[in-house]
C-alpha cells in the first residue's frame, strides 16, 4: 500500500508528488510519457500578470516550479513598473526543453518518489472513498490517497479545422477510459476547448520589421534561492519581439471563419475568453485595426519560435496565409501548425477548499482537470493538493489559504464557491486586496505555512525571519531620525518639485512623499543599508495607508468566515431563503457563512436569514 499515486506529470502532477515525497510519503507518479513531465505545450513561458505573484507564492510554500524557472529561463522580465506594487508581476522566458528536462530528472531523483510511464484506465472507489487506481500495463496500485492531475488529456480531441483527431497535446496519447470511470462514480464532467499558436522557424522571419523586446537589465528571480552567478546574465539574455496582424490578415481571417473549428460547429467546449484565439478576437472586437503579436523562443536548442497571440483552428493552408500576411512573417515557414484541443474537466463545485473531492474520500483534484487554465495556475493547485494530502495522512486538519492571504487561496476559493464554465484564469481584478498580495512579500504571507509543512528548510525559515527582523529595524531607525536641511535634503526635495522647508524632516514621513526614494534618504542621512531591505521598507512604508485599510477590510471578511457551517443542513427548508439561494447552497454546501456570501446570485438579505437560523439553530 502507497501513501499515495499522483495521476499525470504536468506541472500540477509535479508540484503534488514533489511536495509529498518532500515530506517523506510513499509517492508514484504516472505519466503518459517520461519525457513530457513539466511539458510546455503552449506558451515557452513561466509568470506574467497575477500569475508571476503566484509563482513567488510557490516559492514561499516550497514549490519547484520558481527555482527551475530561474535556472531555465532565456529572458526575465518585470511587468507594470510604472504602477503600484499591487500589480507587479514578473514573467520568464523559458527554454521549454530544459525547464522539462531539469523537471524530470528532479522527479527520477527524489527520494520517496517512484515515476512510472503509464495511462491510468480507472480509479477504484469502494464505500465512496478511494481504494486504487488500475494501469493499463502496470495493472492495479493501491494507494492511501490520489491526486488527479491530467489536464488537457481526459477524452481530448484535437481539432484543426473539420480535421479532428483523439489526441493529446501533441500528437499525445488520451484515455477515455478514464473519464468514463469518473462519471461512473457520479461525477459531473464538461467539457473546455483552449488552443495553441503555429510555430515558425525563427530564420524565417525578418525581425527588422518588428520591434525589439528586451529583458530586465538587471538581476530578477521567481525564488528566493537562486543567486545571481546560477542565472543567464542581462546582456546574453534572448529577447522578444512584437509584431502585429495586418487588415489583410483580418480579412483572410474573415473570409474563412465558416472553417474553423469554433465557428464551424466542430468544437463543443467553451474557450478561455482572457486567451481567445484570433479569430474570435476578430468577431468580438471587430472594431479594432489591428492585434498585437508577439515572437517568443522555445529554446536555445530549437530554431522555433512561438506567435503568442495567434491561437486558431483554422485549416493549414489558411494558416499559411495568416502567417505570412504578418509584418515580418511574410516568409516564415511553419514548423507546426496551431490546433485548439477539447478534453474533458470536473466541475469543481464537487470539491471541497481542500482539494478533496466532496462525494469521495482521499481523492484530490489539481490543475487543469479542476478547470483552470495556465502552467502557474496548475502548479499552484497541485502544490495545495498535495500538501493536504499529507496532511490529511498525518491526521492533520487541511491547509485553507484565504483570499488576503495568497491569489491561490483566491483562485480555490473562486473555483470551489462560484465553479467555472470556462477555462478560469487568475487575473490581477479578481483579488479584492491585490496590494496584499504582491510580488515582494509572498515569504511574509506564506513562508511559514512551507516551512510547517517540511517543505521550506529551517535555514531558509531562519535566513527570512532574520530579514523581517532587519526590516522592522529600518522602521524605527526612519522614525527615529531626523534630517536636517543643511545636508541636502532640501535641494532633493525641491529636484522632485516640493518647496524647500525650514527645519529637520523626520525620514518615516518623507518616505510617504510622492517620488521620493528610500536610497536615496539612506544616502543624504549618511546610513548604511542593504538594498533589499530597502526596497521592501520602502513599499510597505509608502503604502502604509492603503495596506492597513485593506487589512480591515479583510478582517471582517475573516470575522464572517470564522463562522462555520455544517455540512448537513437542510437549505431547501431554511424558512425566508430565496428559492435560488437554497438550490445553490444546497448543490454548494459552503463551509462557512463568508463562503456562502460569495456564491454568485446569494444576496445579503439570504446570508441575513442564514445568520438568524444559525443563531436559532445554536439555541
Known sequence: MRDCVVVGAGHAGVEAAM????AGKDTVLVTIKL????????????GGPAKGVVVREIDALGGVMPRVADLTALQFKMLNTTKGPGVWNMRVQSDKLEYSKKMADLCMHTKDLEVIEDIVDEVIVEDKKFKAVRLRKHGIIEAKACVLTTGTYMDSTVMISSDTRSEGPDGDKTTKDLSESLRRMGLRLFRLKTGTPQRVLTSSIDFSRTKYEPGADHFLRFSEETKPEEVLPPEKQVPCYLTYTTPETLEIIKANLHKSSMYSGVVKGVGPRYCPSIEDKVVRFADKERHQ?????????????????????????????????LIGLENAKIIKYAYAIEYDAIDPLQVKASLELKPIENLFIGGQILGTSGYEEAAGLGLM?????????????????????????????????KGTNEPYRLLTSRAEYRLLLRHDNADQRLLRYGYENHLISKERYDAFLKKME?????????????????????????????????????????????GVELHEILKIAGIAHDEAIADQTQIEVKYEGYIN??????????????????????????DNLALEARAKLDKIRPSSLGQASRISGINPSDIQVLAIYLKQHKR
Do not use: W
Not at 529554446?299 to 503568442?308: F, N, R, V
Not at 496532511?391 to 489559504?401: A, W
Open 470 to 514: 532587519e526590516i522592522r529595524k529600518l522602521k524605527e531607525l526612519l522614525k527615529q531620525t531626523r534630517i536636517e536641511k543643511e545636508s541636502g535634503i532640501n535641494e532633493y526635495l525641491e529636484g522632485l518639485g516640493f518647496e524647500g522647508e525650514s527645519g529637520s524632516h523626520n525620514a518615516y514621513e518623507l518616505l510617504k512623499r510622492p
Open 19 to 22: 511536495a509529498l515525497a518532500h
Open 549 to 574: 485599510k485593506a487589512r480591515k477590510e479583510a478582517e471582517r471578511m475573516l470575522k464572517m468566515d470564522a463562522i462555520k457551517l455544517d455540512e448537513d443542513i437542510d437549505y431547501l427548508h431554511v
Open 293 to 325: 503579436l508577439f515572437l517568443e523562443p522555445e529554446s536555445l536548442s530549437l530554431d522555433t519560435t512561438y506567435i503568442q497571440g495567434f491561437s486558431t483552428s483554422m485549416p493549414r493552408d489558411v494558416q499559411e496565409q495568416m502567417v505570412h500576411s
Open 35 to 46: 519525457s513530457h513531465i513539466a511539458k510546455m505545450p503552449c506558451n515557452p513561458s513561466i
Open 385 to 417: 493538493a498535495g500538501i493536504n494530502v499529507r496532511r490529511k495522512l498525518d491526521g492533520q486538519e487541511p491547509l485553507i489559504l484565504k483570499r488576503d492571504e495568497s491569489y491561490i487561496g483566491v483562485m480555490i476559493d473562486d473555483l470551489v464557491t
